[in-house]
């Protein structure tokens, strides 16, 4: 079930309405039936890996407390449960794959496997919320849960079951043992942060979709008009996840839970590390709490810090997809970090980097590095990858540069909305925490012009989100 279908919105107020009618140990056992119906909706199969997943970490938990001596075989039980769903299904496909091309290489013919599984959806967000989980309990960060249900909300829980954001144990298992309260502040914010979230996907994203579709169908597409295309992607990707994990906060905030934000004006970041502060908060967070830090982090030397970088960004990029080009995309993110972090290691530079100007400067070359990024990000094959990559400006006809000032411009339109939130966020918002009479009647309007917005301008073709994938 998807969020933007007449079939989840009938759901939640279905599931909303019988929600607050019941008493606080109910609710839990509705909302875990619930959220099994949710997931299960269209393939009834996916809950099978999802059944194992929270099997498994609950008794794995509960097994590291009683047996304190076995704390490390029990967590390597479940990260090879967790990692080895994730390797059968998202990965399997990719190895035979690439093994198939190596040993053809050498001149052999290896027999043909064919083998379709079918990629069970948001797989990669719950296994790592639950690999969070047993983690924690692991190094004594939390207590292990001994009600089986409670859990199974918490990996389960069906506004962010899809796409996230990841949550962790010691943030959301106490709000789902607490008993739930909610008043009409509550609810009015979860239904604005939820009309904002449908405007980013059906209003923003689906129209910026159509122009990024449009031009990567084209066989050799022209300089300007194949970077008009990326302007495009890189509005259509932040608008379609961030409105993804708005509406499943906004959807959490009616149930009485508060996740965490996962986007914080990303394309306002003014260098690479500053951007993974701010895109996909969640995931960046794991990755260096569970990972990188791990690892050694960056207090090591340059070369084991390097290393520990670029292996953080190869898997980051690999648990996007399995194809190349997101491994691509990650090692150019991680090795942006590390040129820019040996950039900061010159004092002339830092103090340059502060005046007014060259911030501007600084801003300007991470979008753009940005969007060379979301290039590798979009384009899977690596062939044209390449030859995109070497295409020249100067061979464009002047229809083609017309044309494409005619994609950029309609992508630029529709990106105006997302500078408009990061301004209102930034300036706006802050001034009406003070008044809550203000805020009222500022939420009410916004709801209004929002809705009426995705009723007059959506895209007329629905697309799915992005992040469905991964």
């Not at 794995?60 to 075989?73: C, S």
């Not at 005619?406 to 990061?422: E, G, I, N, P, V």
Request: contains cysteine; proline residues 4%; hydrophobic residues 55%.
């Amino acid at each position: 079930m998807i969020f933007h279908s007449i079939d989840f919105l009938v759901f939640l107020l279905a599931v909303l309405t019988i929600y607050w009618r019941l008493p606080h140990r109910p609710q839990q056992y509705f909302l875990l039936v619930a959220s099994g119906f949710f997931y299960g909706y269209v393939h009834p199969w996916f809950l099978y890996p999802l059944l194992a997943t929270t099997s498994i970490d609950y008794l794995v938990a509960r097994a590291m407390e009683r047996h304190p001596g076995l704390r490390w075989r029990l967590l390597l039980v479940s990260l090879t449960a967790n990692l080895g769903l994730l390797a059968i299904f998202k990965y399997f496909g990719f190895f035979v794959e690439n093994v198939t091309s190596l040993v053809a290489w050498f001149g052999f013919v290896p027999p043909r496997l064919v083998l379709e599984i079918v990629l069970p959806v948001g797989i990669s967000f719950y296994t790592f919320q639950s690999i969070s989980y047993t983690t924690d309990v692991y190094r004594g960060k939390i207590r292990a849960c001994h009600d089986f249900v409670e859990f199974g909300v918490y990996v389960s829980f069906f506004a962010q079951l899809v796409a996230g954001p990841i949550g962790r144990g010691g943030d959301i298992l106490p709000q789902v043992r607490r008993e739930k309260r909610i008043d009409a502040a509550t609810v009015r914010s979860g239904i604005v942060l939820m009309t904002w979230g449908f405007f980013e996907k059906l209003v923003i994203a689906d129209n910026a979709a159509l122009i990024v579709n449009n031009v990567f169908l084209l066989e050799n597409p022209p300089f300007a008009v194949l970077w008009a295309g990326v302007f495009a992607f890189t509005v259509q990707i932040l608008a379609d996840f961030s409105g993804y994990t708005d509406i499943a906060r906004g959807v959490a905030r009616l149930f009485g839970f508060e996740l965490s934000r996962n986007f914080n004006h990303p394309y306002l970041a003014t260098s690479p590390g500053e951007f993974w502060k701010r895109w996909h908060m969640s995931l960046s967070n794991w990755i260096r709490d569970y990972l990188y830090i791990p690892l050694g982090g960056s207090r090591v030397g340059f070369f084991r810090y390097l290393i520990n970088l670029l292996l953080t960004f190869f898997l980051c990029g690999l648990w996007h997809g399995a194809s190349w080009n997101f491994v691509l995309w990650g090692l150019f993110h991680g090795l942006l970090i590390a040129l820019y972090r040996a950039a900061g290691a010159v004092r002339f530079l830092v103090a340059m980097g502060q005046l007014p100007g060259v911030v501007v400067l600084r801003w300007l070359v991470m979008f753009t590095l940005t969007q060379l990024g979301w290039l590798i990000f979009r384009e899977t094959d690596l062939t044209h990858l390449f030859h995109y990559l070497t295409l020249s400006p100067f061979a464009d006809t002047a229809r083609e540069r017309q044309y494409a000032l005619f994609l950029f411009t309609k992508a630029f339109f529709f990106s105006l909305f997302l500078w408009m939130h990061a301004a209102v966020d930034l300036y706006v918002v802050p001034r009406l925490a003070s008044s809550p009479r203000l805020r009222f009647w500022s939420e009410t309007v916004l709801a209004t012009c929002l809705f009426m917005g995705i009723l007059n301008m959506r895209a007329f073709q629905r697309v799915d989100f992005i992040y469905f994938q991964f």
